[in-house]
């Protein structure tokens, strides 16, 4: 899809099981299996959506899914379809092409990728000239997890490349590339950041005859990998959050403050866990109620 002067395609690393309870939280069965497949043992597939942004000048790859590295224990409960790069060879694209990876979050399914294990065992740069990016607050916590999400991280998809200098730690808010920045949206974690790429018309020929101000304050097409804040299509009601989300509270005001911009501003919302629906227009009915427009 072209956005602007950037092209987006989502690439997927498979899909795995996720306990649907787990899934849609405090929903009640009865509303959720409405809206997804569910199977005999509560199961639901969920989606491993990675985007790539071309931005004419940089390959950017945006999450990096389970990987190939899981531990036969994890392996039985997710299974390891490790088909990212597969996905991204079939389009032509070899790891040794991507300049940027950036991560929202450091949950063992949104940066498996990042490394392999070389020959000798090391965890080395599955992106080898890439720089990576992360959240810093997600990467301090990550050190230390409470209880109960700290199985979801696994320090050799990030720890060796902050080592090695590859991965730069991110406040939240910057700019990385332009047109493409990262903001902070807590809930599913403190310091999760959600991916804003907006190509700025500006970089079309200007119209001598408007004025700067016109140009200034004109922004391009957005689209937002929005991340596990709403991890599909079905998530995109206010309070229909994760069991997983640490802050369920802070989910639905993030939800809030995003949708204040993405709805007017007809932001496109890439769903990192959605197997049908990689993206869509979210709009808001006569009712109040959400609805995904699935994008073309
Ligand atoms: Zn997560």
């Given amino acids: ?32 299996s409405k809206k997804v497949e569910v199977d005999e043992r509560n199961y639901v597939a969920a989606g491993l ?3 790539l942004i071309r931005t004419g000048k940089q390959l950017v790859l945006v999450e990096t899914g389970l990987g190939n590295k899981l531990s036969e224990r994890m392996r039985r409960f997710y299974g390891q379809p490790a088909k990212l790069l597969d996905h991204l060879s079939a389009a032509g694209i070899a790891p040794e092409d991507i300049d940027i990876v950036i991560n929202s979050h450091l949950h063992f399914d949104h940066c498996g990728w990042n490394t392999v294990r070389d020959n000798n065992g090391n965890f080395v740069a599955t992106f080898p000239r890439a720089k990576y990016y992360a959240p810093e607050g997600e990467w301090v916590y990550a050190q230390d997890p409470s ?4 199985i979801s991280f696994l320090p050799e998809n990030y720890d060796p490349l902050v080592e090695s200098g590859q991965m730069t730690l991110l406040k939240g808010g910057e700019e990385i590339v ?21 190509t700025p018309t500006g970089a079309k020929a200007p119209n001598p005859e408007e004025s700067d101000d016109s140009l200034a304050d004109s922004s391009g097409p957005t689209a937002c990998y929005i991340s596990d804040l709403m991890p599909t299509a079905a998530h995109i009601d206010l309070t229909w959050g994760m069991g997983f989300d640490l802050y369920p509270l802070d989910t639905i005001e993030s939800k809030k403050e995003y949708y204040a911009r993405a709805i007017p501003g007809k932001w496109l919302t890439v769903f990192t866990h959605d197997p049908k629906i990689p993206w869509a227009y979210i709009e808001r009915d006569q009712s109040g109620k959400m609805v995904a427009k699935e994008a073309v």
């Fill in 1 to 32: 899809m072209a956005l602007g002067d950037f092209e987006l395609g989502v690439f997927s690393d498979g899909t795995y099981p996720l306990d649907g309870g787990a899934f849609f939280g405090v929903i009640p069965k009865v509303m959720w």
């Fill in 147 to 150: 209880i109960r999400d700290a």
């Fill in 178 to 198: 332009p047109g493409i920045s990262v903001k902070t949206f807590p809930g599913h974690t403190a310091h999760m950041q959600a991916i804003i790429v907006q």
């Fill in 49 to 51: 959506n990675s985007l």
